[in-house]
T-cell receptor, first 116, second 114 residues
Framework: AQKVTQAQTEISVVEKEDVTLDCVYE???????LFWYKQPPSGELVFLIR??????QNEISGRYSWNFQKSTSSFNFTITASQVVDSAVYFC?????????????FGPGTRLSVLP | DSGVTQTPKHLITATGQRVTLRCSPR?????VYWYQQSLDQGLQFLIQ???????AKGNILERFSAQQFPDLHSELNLSSLELGDSALYFC?????????????FGPGTRLTVT
């Protein structure tokens, strides 16, 4: 069975600090996808990144970076020089890739508060 | 604006009632997903449709059903409502039916069961 753990329930940082959100997953499949989503206070869900299980390259997008390590089943998300607008709940998710469609499992989310 | 629309925005109803939530995907997207977000259950995947056919099922209760119509809009039907069904229901769409496609989320429908 699939499972996603986000051990950090809430994190508070001061603006301009770097922060890392942890995500640990469990799956028996060898082919799967990992995702990060952002849910700002306004409530909408925003897709941030998708990574497949065969691509362990780290990715950087502006102030955001992701570290995928299959050996530890982790897909951590780092925000560099955090800003108040980064305050949101962040969800990590796992999907097993199947021909007949996908089945998503979300972590419980990490609430990030960036203080001015 | 993701291009995914959901109606209504808010819905208040009583226990035992039935409601229908509607979702229109982005233009060109063939796949629609439904999710439920509640305080106690977190964010849960309910069901996926691709070009009118059911593709994947998650934690969807038997009291809930969904369908995708020929014009690709989708409806989620919730019946015999219970207090615990109060939640935010999101719809998302993607171009294809596989996990490799990016999903775009609608603003959600907030359902309150009293």
């Amino acid at each position: 069975a699939q499972k996603v753990t986000q051990a950090q329930t809430e994190i508070s940082v001061v603006e301009k600090e770097d922060v890392t959100l942890d995500c640990v997953y469990e799956t028996r499949d060898t082919t799967y996808y990992l995702f990060w989503y952002k849910q700002p206070p306004s409530g909408e869900l925003v897709f941030l990144i998708r990574r497949n299980s065969f691509d362990e390259q780290n990715e950087i997008s502006g102030r955001y970076s992701w570290n995928f390590q299959k050996s530890t089943s982790s897909f951590n998300f780092t925000i560099t020089a955090s800003q108040v607008v980064d305050s949101a709940v962040y969800f990590c998710a796992l999907s097993e890739a199947r021909n007949y469609g996908q089945n998503f499992v979300f972590g419980p989310g990490t609430r990030l508060s960036v203080l001015p | 604006d993701s291009g995914v629309t959901q109606t209504p925005k808010h819905l208040i109803t009583a226990t035992g009632q039935r409601v229908t939530l509607r979702c229109s995907p982005r233009s060109g997207d063939l796949s629609v997903y439904w999710y439920q977000q509640s305080l106690d259950q977190g964010l849960q995947f309910l069901i996926q449709y691709y070009n009118g056919e059911e593709r994947a099922k998650g934690n969807i209760l038997e009291r809930f059903s969904a369908q995708q119509f020929p014009d690709l809009h989708s409806e989620l039907n919730l019946s015999s409502l219970e207090l615990g069904d109060s939640a935010l229901y999101f719809c998302a769409s993607s171009q294809g039916g596989h996990s490799s496609y990016e999903q775009y989320f609608g603003p959600g429908t907030r359902l309150t069961v009293t």
